[in-house]
């Protein structure tokens, strides 16, 4: 039943973080818009290249870190200036017609930068994934695996499901509708970088920064 349960709450979790909007999710499409989605669906990766780090750190640290609001006010600080740069990128798109696939996409290492510098799989794994996992591991050694697994596979699967569906549509977005698109996607970045920086504001407030 723990296993069970386990794969069940892996499972909710990751359509959660796939579908939900944010940084990450908008840059799927932007980057599959812009070069295809083969690029949309590097970009779905990153959080395997980026939370492995944050899981195992956070198992090490959950209960040591004094300064853990100061940290994720850094790391949200500097994620909303890059997430801002990014909507910059958006905005100032040219009128010109879709890219192929192309070495300067670097849609890895944009994702990889993203999920770094967002703020929220930390606070996610120190405050919610890390308790829960230490919990079913004193029920049940494998239950923490298939947790992580179903997670990740659901999480990775949506976002490149989203990558495809907008590449579909790709091909029928020219001109016009494209820019309208991609200053939209702009000023949703825009959006959530604000949100980042606010939070980073309100997490060192705390120490009077």
Request: net charge neutral; proline share 6%.
């Amino acid at each position: 039943m723990e296993l069970l349960s386990s794969i069940t709450t892996g499972i909710l979790f990751g359509l959660a973080a796939g579908f939900l909007p944010g940084p990450l999710h908008t840059l799927v499409i932007v980057q599959t818009l812009k070069y295809g989605p083969r690029e949309g669906i590097k970009v779905a990766f990153a959080p395997i290249l980026t939370d492995i780090p944050i899981i195992i750190v956070s198992y090490f640290l959950l209960s040591r870190l004094a300064n853990f609001e100061l940290i994720i006010g850094l790391i949200s600080l500097f994620g909303g200036l890059y997430v801002l740069f990014m909507a910059y990128e958006c905005v100032q798109t040219g009128p010109v017609e879709h890219k192929g696939p192309d070495d300067n996409a670097q849609s890895i290492k944009r994702g990889v930068i993203v999920n770094f510098l967002n703020p929220h799989p930390y606070l996610f794994w120190m405050s919610v994934g890390m308790p829960l996992i230490i919990k079913l591991q004193v029920e049940n050694p494998l239950a923490p695996i298939l947790f992580i697994l179903s997670l990740y596979s659901v999480l990775i699967g949506s976002k490149m499901l989203v990558a495809v569906i907008v590449g579909k549509a790709r091909m029928f977005l020219e001109g016009k509708r494209y820019l309208y698109i991609m200053r939209f996607l702009g000023v949703m970045l825009a959006v959530f970088a604000l949100i980042l920086i606010k939070d980073a504001a309100d997490l060192l407030e705390i120490f009077g920064l």
